[in-house]
């Protein structure tokens, strides 16, 4: 059985960054695809990053393109979001996703990743 855990959410001012990391227990997180979501009460849980297993291929929405990074150290068993210039709208559970059956492109579909972490929450004061 697959365990995600997210660190590193918090509170933050306007235009700050914070570092997400999620790990995996029970196997690594080299063998899976990885996905960051984020939601806020009464939305649609939305991809926010995604990452293959190899790291070659990547997505971002279009939200966050220029501010925010998706990587992973496969040694490690890591995959991390770097989140810079962040902003109030931000605000939101980010979840770490993982999947098995992407083995070579990423998805931002919440049903294609089939374990999940319990979230971190971010908070960006303005």
């Known amino acids: 059985q697959v365990r995600l855990v997210e660190s590193g959410g918090g509170l933050v001012q306007a235009g700050g960054s914070l570092r997400l990391s999620c790990a995996a227990t029970?196997?690594?997180?080299?063998?899976?695809?990885a996905g960051w979501f984020r939601q806020t009460p009464g939305k649609e849980r939305e991809c926010v990053a995604a990452?293959?297993?190899?790291?070659?291929?990547?997505y971002n929405t279009d939200s966050v393109k220029g501010r925010f990074t998706i990587s992973r150290d496969n040694i490690q068993g890591t995959v991390y979001l770097q989140m810079n210039s962040l902003r109030p709208e931000d605000t939101a559970l980010y979840f770490c996703?993982?999947?098995?059956?992407?083995?070579?492109?990423?998805?931002?579909?919440?049903?294609?990743?089939?374990?999940w972490g319990q979230g971190t929450q971010v908070t960006v004061s303005s």
């Open positions: 990452i293959n297993r190899s790291g070659r291929s990547t």
């Open positions: 996703a993982a999947s098995r059956t992407l083995r070579v492109g990423v998805s931002s579909r919440p049903d294609e990743y089939e374990y």
């Open positions: 029970g196997r690594t997180l080299s063998d899976y695809s």
